[in-house]
C-alpha cells in the first residue's frame, strides 16, 4: 500500500484536504505521513497491528496512511457506534498500538501515539507479527449488528484492485470536491471515497460534524463541494431539509450506501439534487469491499437495485433454498444469530428458518434478473434480528438507519409521522412502536447536540409530537 500511496500523493501534490480547522495539500500529507511512518517503523515490527481512532477524520486518515507508510495492519476505529463497541473491537483484533488524536479512554495497556502532536504514551510493548497477517493491509470490522463486531482481513492487492475498479466507474475528476462525512471505519468510505479520490486526486472535505443534515448541507455550500456519499436516510433528509429551505447546491455527483434504496427515498433525493449523477452502490457488509453499483443512468428507473458487479468481481444470484442450506447447519440452526435464542424473541429456531425462507422467497423485478438486489435478503433478515434483540432486551444496538431517523424527528427535520413512514419504507422489519423505543433513548444528557451521531445516549421527553427542535 506504500507504493499505492506514494503513486497517488506524488501525482497531485496541490491537491488539498481539509476540515473546520485545518487545510494541507497531498504533499504536506505525504510529509506527515512519512514522519508518523518512520516513526511507527522504530516502534513495531512490519504487519503488526495498529489500531486507529481520532475524533477528526483527517487525522484518522494520516493515520490509516502512516501505517501503511511503516507496513502495518491498520485497524480503522470509530466512537460513534460508542466506546463498548470500540472495546469490543480491540479485544477482538488485539492491537499492537492505537493512533489516536486525544485522550483515549478505554482499557488498554499497549502504546499509544497521538498523530496530532507526535506524543506517545505508555511503554512498548513486544510484538509478534501473525504469519496470516502477511500480505493484509487493513482488518475492517462490522458494527456487530448481530452480536459482537467481527473482523474482515482485506489484503493489499485486494484493497488496491477495488478501489482501480471503483475509479473506473465513477464518475469523478480532479476538478471535484469530495466530501467525507462519515468515518474511515466503513469500508464504502476508505475504499469509495477516500483512497479513490486520493487516487483521482481530487480535493477532500472532511465533515466530523454531529448527525445534522442542515449544518452538512451548509458545509457544501461553504466549501462548494460537488461530490456527496452518504447513507439512503441522510440523503434523504438532506434532500428534505434543502428542497425546505429552497437551497441550491453544486453536487454534481452522489453515491448512496450502507443501507436499502427505496423508491421514496430515492425520489425525495432526486428532486432536491435534480441534475447530479446517482450512483446506488453495495458492499457485503460495512467491513466489506464494493462489489456492485448502480449506473447513473439506470437510477430513476430502478433505484432499489444495486446494479452489476464491479470489473473483476463475480457473482451469482442463487435460490432461496441454497442459501438457506448455507447459513443453516444439519440441525437447522444458524451460527451467526444463535445468540438470540435466549431472548424469547423465537419459540424454536425453526421459526427463524420460516422467516429467512419467507423473505427470501422474492422474484427479481422484470427485467432485471441479472441485477442484484438486497431488497428483502440476509440483510433484512439481520437488521430484523437486531430489532427483535433490541425490543427484548434493550440494548442500544439499534440499526443506523432508525438512528439516523430518530434523530431527525428529534431536531425537527421531519415530523413523527414523516418518521414512521420513512421506517416503514426501510424495509429493516420495523414495527411502528420501534420509533418511539429509540426516542425514549434519546435525552439523558443533552449535554450538547455534539452526541448526535453517536450511540444516542439521550433521552427524549415530549418529543412524541416531533416538533421538539434543538438549538
Same mark, same amino acid.
Given at each position: ?78 466512537? $460513534? ?13 488485539? =492491537? ?10 478505554? =482499557? ?13 504514551? $505508555? ?15 487493513? %482488518? ?31 464518475? %469523478? ?29 481530487? @480535493? ?116 432461496? @433454498? ?12 444458524? =451460527? ?7 431472548? @424469547? ?10 422467516? %429467512? ?39 442500544? $444496538? ?66 412524541? @409530537? ?6
Amino acid at each position: 500500500m506504500r507504493d499505492f500511496i506514494v503513486e497517488c500523493l506524488s501525482k497531485n501534490k496541490d491537491s488539498t484536504l481539509f476540515d473546520v480547522e485545518s487545510r494541507i495539500t497531498y504533499a504536506e500529507l505525504w510529509r506527515k505521513t512519512e514522519q508518523s511512518g518512520e516513526m511507527l517503523k522504530n516502534i513495531l515490527p512490519p504487519k503488526a497491528k495498529c489500531a486507529v481512532l481520532c475524533d477528526r477524520g483527517l487525522n484518522a486518515a494520516m493515520g490509516i496512511l502512516a501505517c501503511w507508510h511503516a507496513g502495518l495492519v491498520a485497524i480503522p476505529m470509530s466512537k $460513534n457506534y460508542g466506546e463498548k463497541h470500540c472495546e469490543n473491537i480491540i479485544a477482538l483484533a488485539a =492491537p499492537d498500538l492505537i493512533i489516536c488524536d486525544r485522550d483515549v479512554n478505554m =482499557p488498554f495497556a499497549g502504546m499509544r501515539l497521538n498523530i496530532a502532536t507526535g506524543e506517545t504514551a $505508555n511503554e512498548k510493548t513486544v510484538s509478534r507479527a501473525e504469519e496470516i497477517l502477511c500480505d493484509v493491509a487493513a %482488518i475492517m470490522c462490522t458494527s456487530g449488528t448481530t452480536g459482537r463486531p467481527k473482523g474482515a482481513m482485506i489484503t493489499e492487492h485486494g484493497l488496491a484492485k477495488n478501489v482501480e475498479n471503483i475509479a473506473a466507474y465513477f464518475g %469523478i475528476e480532479k476538478s471535484d470536491k469530495m466530501m467525507i462525512s462519515r468515518p474511515l471505519y466503513h469500508c464504502a468510505v476508505l475504499t469509495g471515497e477516500f483512497l479513490v479520490s486520493l487516487r483521482k486526486g481530487l @480535493d477532500i472535505g472532511f465533515f466530523d460534524g454531529a448527525y445534522d443534515p442542515i449544518s452538512a448541507a451548509k458545509f457544501i455550500d461553504e466549501n462548494k463541494m460537488t461530490v456527496f456519499c452518504g447513507t439512503p436516510a441522510l440523503l434523504n433528509h438532506m434532500a428534505i431539509c434543502m428542497k425546505r429551505a429552497s437551497r441550491n447546491n453544486a453536487i454534481k455527483t452522489i453515491a448512496a450506501s450502507g443501507e436499502c434504496m427505496t423508491k421514496k427515498a430515492a425520489a425525495n433525493i432526486r428532486s432536491a439534487f435534480a441534475d447530479a449523477s446517482i450512483y446506488n452502490v453495495y458492499g457485503l457488509t460495512e467491513a466489506g469491499p464494493r462489489v456492485s453499483y448502480l449506473p447513473p443512468e439506470r437510477f430513476d428507473e430502478y433505484p432499489e437495485s444495486v446494479g452489476v458487479p464491479l470489473n473483476e468481481t463475480f457473482a451469482k444470484i442463487s435460490e432461496a @433454498d441454497k442459501i438457506i442450506d448455507h447459513v443453516c447447519d444439519e440441525n437447522n440452526r444458524i =451460527p451467526v444469530i444463535k445468540h438470540l435464542a435466549n431472548t @424469547d424473541c423465537y419459540k424454536t429456531w425453526k421459526d427463524i428458518v420460516d422467516i %429467512i425462507k419467507e423473505k427470501l422467497d422474492w422474484q427479481p423485478p422484470i427485467g432485471q434478473d441479472s441485477w442484484l438486489h438486497t431488497s428483502c435478503k440476509i440483510e433484512k433478515l439481520k437488521n430484523y434480528c437486531q430489532y427483535q434483540l433490541y425490543k427484548n432486551k434493550r440494548t442500544p $444496538n439499534i440499526p443506523e438507519s432508525m438512528k439516523e431517523i430518530s434523530a431527525a424527528v428529534y431536531l425537527g427535520y421531519i415530523t413523527r409521522e414523516e418518521g414512521m413512514k420513512e421506517i416503514e419504507n426501510t424495509g429493516y422489519f420495523a414495527e411502528p412502536e420501534c420509533l418511539e423505543y429509540v426516542l425514549e433513548f434519546l435525552d439523558a444528557g443533552r449535554g450538547g447536540m455534539g452526541g448526535i451521531g453517536g450511540e444516542f445516549d439521550f433521552v427524549v421527553k415530549g418529543a412524541k @409530537d416531533g416538533g421538539n427542535k434543538s438549538n
